[in-house]
């Protein structure tokens, strides 16, 4: 019986295997250097344009006329050689596959290491790097060693203002930053099917962070209507009896607000202890929880309120935009004082919009605290939604009450 990557991929766990792959993307970052490592290949023509795509979303708009100008040249390289591109503004790379492109089953590679949020949809979805991806394109498929499955097995249901990005610190926590690597998360239990799509991609985008090649979700009804509203249409998986190296467990009723500490992802406090720290910043959005869900969560909370702290709000992408300006979710966003960027990775990764100073310190929704990640001598704080957002409105980091 096989697990979710084996009867995708094709083969038991430990076996290499060669593959097509069905999606292969890259952004502006990677992009430029698969670009880069292709002409050095000395490759013209590309076999399969149709499985790959270009998405600009880490520096955009463009910061820099250095810039601006990788980008132009890859933007033109897009169009001669038949890649469809969605450029500055569409959104982050994660989210945008996530929005009717990825569908379960297919084997997708991203070169981002959080290629593996795709895997909420019951893909196999995994990051590579820029040269191999540079290989992709020039071949249309690529190798893998199956990887051996570590099942999060998720009972119970969420309660109070835990979110699903409260599971994901948890288990980040318990499986520690290297207790996955290489394998395959699978979450599983009567608690999956209790989470929504958004709340999915929320959980599979932070398996990296334990090493985890994917995290994968088994297609269910919840994939299949969120797939419809893209006009795809899918069919559930159906788990088989299979062996797992190890099982952690997760009761959803146990999961308070959570928030990882500098600088290490995997070192979690209960948002409760470390309450009253002050802030400078507080930054929503990132392919972890730049949803709709997550900024109709963050509306609820500071609707009528003003932040007492710099608070930035950014998309994921231009359809998560236009959604929250056509249900009023934006204007909540706007009238309690936060500012709004235009879709993409925004301050995540510190390269533009919303660099912090030395000393200061930022409670992010993302999914990464690394030393100086959003400037020399910040201090990043992660947590869910709702934490951000009681902690938008008092200044300090706040546990969020029940909304
Ligand atoms: C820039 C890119 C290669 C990087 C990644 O792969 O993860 C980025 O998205 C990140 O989150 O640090
Ligand atoms: S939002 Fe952050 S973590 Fe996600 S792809 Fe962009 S830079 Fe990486």
Same mark, same amino acid.
């Given at each position: 019986?096989? !697990?979710?990557? /084996?009867?995708?991929?094709?083969?038991?766990?430990?076996?290499?295997? =060669?593959?097509?792959?069905?999606?292969?993307? @890259?952004?502006?970052?990677?992009?430029?250097?698969?670009?880069? &490592?292709?002409?050095?290949?000395?490759?013209?023509?590309?076999?399969?344009?149709? $499985?790959?795509?270009?998405?600009?979303?880490?520096?955009?708009?463009?910061?820099?006329?250095?810039?601006?100008?990788?980008? &132009?040249?890859?933007? /033109?390289?897009?169009?001669?050689?038949?890649?469809?591109?969605?450029?500055?503004?569409?959104?982050?790379?994660?989210?945008?596959?996530?929005?009717?492109?990825?569908?379960?089953?297919?084997?997708? %590679?991203?070169?981002?290491?959080?290629?593996?949020?795709?895997?909420?949809?019951?893909?196999? @979805?995994?990051? %590579?790097?820029?040269?191999?991806?540079?290989?992709?394109?020039?071949?249309?498929?690529?190798?893998?060693?199956?990887?051996? !499955?570590?099942?999060?097995?998720?009972?119970? $249901?969420?309660?109070?203002?835990?979110?699903?990005? *409260?599971?994901?610190?948890?288990?980040?926590?318990?499986?520690?930053?290297?207790?996955?690597?290489?394998?395959?998360?699978?979450?599983?239990? =009567?608690?999956?099917?209790?989470?929504?799509? =958004?709340?999915?991609? !929320?959980?599979?985008?932070?398996? %990296?962070?334990?090493?985890?090649?994917?995290?994968?979700?088994?297609?269910?009804?919840?994939?299949?209507?969120?797939?419809? *509203?893209?006009?795809?249409?899918?069919?559930?998986?159906?788990?088989?009896?299979?062996?797992?190296? $190890?099982?952690? /467990?997760? *009761?959803?009723?146990?999961?308070?607000?959570?928030?990882?500490?500098?600088?290490?992802?995997?070192?979690?406090?209960?948002?409760?202890?470390?309450?009253?720290?002050?802030?400078?910043?507080?930054?929503?959005?990132?392919?972890?929880?730049?949803?709709?869900?997550?900024?109709?969560?963050?509306?609820?909370?500071?609707?009528?309120?003003?932040?007492?702290?710099?608070?930035? %709000?950014?998309?994921?992408?231009?359809?998560?935009?236009?959604? &929250?300006?056509?249900?009023?979710?934006?204007?909540?966003?706007?009238?309690?004082?936060?500012?709004?960027?235009?879709?993409?990775?925004?301050?995540?990764?510190?390269?533009?919009?919303?660099?912090?100073?030395?000393?200061?310190?930022?409670?992010?929704?993302?999914? $990464?605290?690394?030393?100086?990640?959003?400037?020399?001598?910040?201090?990043?704080?992660?947590?869910?939604?709702?934490?951000?957002?009681?902690?938008?409105?008092?200044?300090?980091?706040?546990?969020?009450?029940?909304?």
């Amino acid at each position: 019986m096989s !697990t979710l990557s /084996e009867a995708i991929l094709g083969a038991p766990a430990g076996e290499y295997v =060669d593959r097509e792959v069905d999606i292969a993307f @890259a952004h502006d970052g990677t992009g430029v250097l698969a670009r880069e &490592a292709l002409r050095e290949m000395g490759v013209e023509r590309l076999p399969h344009p149709e $499985r790959l795509r270009l998405v600009f979303d880490h520096i955009v708009p463009a910061n820099t006329g250095t810039t601006a100008t990788l980008q &132009a040249e890859l933007r /033109e390289y897009a169009g001669v050689s038949g890649i469809a591109l969605s450029d500055a503004g569409g959104g982050i790379c994660h989210q945008v596959m996530g929005e009717g492109v990825v569908r379960p089953g297919m084997v997708v %590679v991203g070169a981002d290491s959080h290629t593996c949020t795709l895997g909420a949809f019951g893909a196999f @979805a995994t990051g %590579v790097g820029a040269t191999d991806m540079a290989a992709i394109w020039a071949s249309g498929e690529t190798w893998f060693r199956v990887p051996e !499955t570590i099942a999060v097995n998720l009972s119970g $249901r969420l309660s109070g203002a835990a979110e699903p990005k *409260d599971v994901a610190l948890a288990y980040v926590a318990e499986l520690g930053m290297e207790g996955a690597t290489y394998r395959a998360l699978e979450f599983v239990g =009567d608690g999956a099917a209790g989470i929504s799509m =958004d709340g999915r991609l !929320t959980l599979s985008n932070m398996a %990296v962070e334990t090493g985890a090649k994917t995290g994968m979700f088994y297609a269910d009804a919840v994939t299949v209507r969120y797939l419809a *509203d893209y006009g795809v249409t899918a069919s559930p998986q159906a788990p088989e009896d299979c062996r797992y190296e $190890r099982t952690v /467990e997760i *009761d959803l009723d146990d999961i308070v607000p959570l928030v990882a500490v500098p600088h290490r992802v995997d070192t979690v406090r209960e948002a409760e202890e470390v309450a009253g720290t002050h802030l400078d910043q507080v930054f929503v959005g990132t392919c972890t929880n730049g949803r709709y869900e997550d900024l109709a969560r963050f509306a609820r909370i500071v609707r009528g309120k003003k932040v007492a702290v710099r608070t930035l %709000v950014f998309p994921a992408s231009r359809s998560v935009l236009a959604r &929250a300006i056509a249900t009023g979710v934006l204007a909540d966003i706007v009238d309690a004082g936060c500012v709004v960027g235009s879709p993409g990775c925004g301050p995540c990764l510190g390269a533009h919009a919303g660099v912090i100073g030395e000393g200061e310190v930022c409670l992010s929704t993302a999914n $990464r605290n690394f030393k100086n990640r959003m400037g020399v001598g910040g201090e990043i704080y992660l947590s869910s939604v709702a934490t951000a957002a009681a902690s938008a409105i008092t200044g300090v980091i706040t546990v969020p009450e029940v909304v």
